[in-house]
């Protein structure tokens, strides 16, 4: 499969490690342009190219850039982009150590559902509760004894069934964590965050997840930036 991947940092360029092993032909982008990419590149075989061109390059796109970033991308980027694309979104929300006050989020909006109607395009959670080392490390073949399982919060069908596709092929179960309104469930602070359950694990501690977000998870007076709510 060709995947796009935008933002190669800790996620990022550990998707593109995994996905190049599996042989999808990935290309890759991050803020500095492709000619900072070359030894990723060099590495793993994967493309650089720029962004516009990265999020017109797979039938899975993938943006995993910090979420106080996001409103940085072009408006336009996924425009002319075919429906079928399935674009899936890794972010979290850390407003004091990283992004800043994002009001609709602080207002109750789930994180992924700023981003998408920051990218105007539905996007597809995934890869957002796992250590980007453990995504790197703790693959396992399906049927393994304790396969970490790791949720799947989406709107279109399809997209996320591609998606739950390549969690499996990347050696997750893969979990249907429901629409995008449900995947608060799965943001961090939550049970599943982090916690590296197994399928099992996962559906329990869903289910068992509270929507309050916990202080901890709260931008305060003190967190850097502010953005402006979109129209
Ligand atoms: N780290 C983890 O273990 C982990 C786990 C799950 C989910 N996440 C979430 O996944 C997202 C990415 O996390 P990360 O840890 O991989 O981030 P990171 O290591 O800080 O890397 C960020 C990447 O985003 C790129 N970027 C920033 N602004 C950009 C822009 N405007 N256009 C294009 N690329 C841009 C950066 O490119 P330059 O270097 O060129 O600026 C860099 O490649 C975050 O929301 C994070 O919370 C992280």
């Given at each position: 499969m060709?995947?796009?991947?935008?933002?190669?940092?800790?996620?990022?360029?550990?998707?593109?490690?995994?996905?190049?092993?599996?042989?999808?032909?990935?290309?890759?982008?991050?803020?500095?342009?492709?000619?900072?990419?070359?030894?990723?590149?060099?590495?793993?075989?994967?493309?650089?190219?720029?962004?516009?061109?990265?999020?017109?390059?797979?039938?899975?796109?993938?943006?995993?850039?910090?979420?106080?970033?996001?409103?940085?991308?072009?408006?336009?980027l996924?425009?002319?982009v075919?429906?079928?694309?399935?674009l899936?979104?890794?972010?979290n929300?850390?407003?004091?150590?990283?992004?800043g006050?994002i009001a609709?989020?602080?207002?109750?909006m789930t994180?992924?559902?700023?981003?998408?109607?920051?990218?105007?395009r539905?996007v597809?959670?995934?890869?957002?509760?796992?250590y980007?080392?453990?995504?790197?490390?703790r693959?396992?073949?399906?049927?393994?004894?304790?396969?970490?399982?790791l949720?799947?919060?989406?709107?279109?069908?399809?997209?996320?069934?591609k998606?739950m596709?390549?969690?499996?092929?990347?050696?997750?179960?893969?979990?249907?964590?429901?629409?995008?309104?449900?995947?608060?469930?799965?943001?961090?602070?939550t049970?599943?965050?982090?916690?590296?359950?197994?399928?099992?694990?996962?559906?329990?501690?869903?289910a068992?997840?509270?929507?309050?977000?916990?202080?901890?998870?709260?931008?305060?007076?003190?967190?850097?930036?502010?953005?402006?709510?979109?129209?």
């Amino acid at each position: 499969m060709k995947i796009g991947i935008i933002g190669t940092g800790q996620i990022g360029s550990t998707l593109t490690r995994r996905l190049t092993e599996l042989g999808h032909e990935v290309y890759i982008a991050n803020s500095r342009g492709p000619g900072s990419l070359s030894d990723l590149a060099r590495e793993t075989g994967a493309k650089p190219l720029t962004v516009r061109e990265a999020a017109k390059a797979g039938e899975v796109v993938v943006v995993t850039i910090p979420e106080g970033k996001i409103p940085d991308l072009p408006r336009d980027l996924f425009a002319g982009v075919p429906d079928d694309v399935a674009l899936i979104d890794t972010g979290n929300y850390y407003p004091r150590e990283r992004d800043g006050r994002i009001a609709d989020i602080e207002a109750g909006m789930t994180e992924s559902r700023w981003v998408a109607n920051q990218l105007g395009r539905p996007v597809v959670k995934a890869f957002n509760n796992i250590y980007a080392r453990h995504l790197l490390e703790r693959g396992r073949p399906a049927g393994s004894p304790g396969r970490i399982a790791l949720p799947v919060a989406g709107d279109d069908k399809h997209a996320k069934e591609k998606v739950m596709r390549l969690v499996n092929d990347l050696g997750f179960d893969a979990v249907d964590a429901g629409g995008l309104d449900e995947s608060w469930r799965q943001q961090p602070g939550t049970p599943v965050y982090t916690t590296d359950f197994d399928s099992d694990g996962v559906r329990r501690a869903l289910a068992q997840a509270s929507k309050d977000r916990k202080p901890n998870w709260r931008a305060t007076e003190d967190s850097p930036g502010s953005f402006a709510q979109p129209a």
